[in-house]
């Protein structure tokens, strides 16, 4: 009957006395090493890739910060108890301060890619109204000299 919530029930059971970690670190701890690799995977990629540079250190920068709170994060949840008041508000102050400069960044590379976009849309119109310009002239040229042949000759 409970089925979903019996998880997330033992995971409530540490904090309320105020002695135990937020979740098990046996759960916490590999989750970790699994989202550090993730995100090393992924800064590999953005730095092999062909993107503009804007939006590759946009991205780099936030992997770095990311590769920071992911250690900081299991500490937080895994590691570190409210018994030590002291550490475990340091670490969450530290946590959410990383959390709002990787959310920040997102939002600069949000906008960045706006302008990329925008820069790319004017591009492309470019060329279409070049490629417009260079098709009126052909398809005159080619009526004129259709126009020149049909002429009976004086």
Known sequence: ????????LILAQGPISGSGTLAPAWLVLPMAVIALVTVGGHMRAVARSSMPASRKRNRTANGWLMLMLIPLLAYGFGI?????????????LAAIALLWMVVMLAGLDMLNSWRLGRRERESLKAEILAARALLKQRIERDLASQDSEREPPR
């Open 80 to 92: 570190a108890t409210p018994a030590h008041k002291g550490v475990f508000v340091l670490v969450w």
């Open 1 to 8: 009957m409970l089925g979903g919530l019996v998880p997330i």
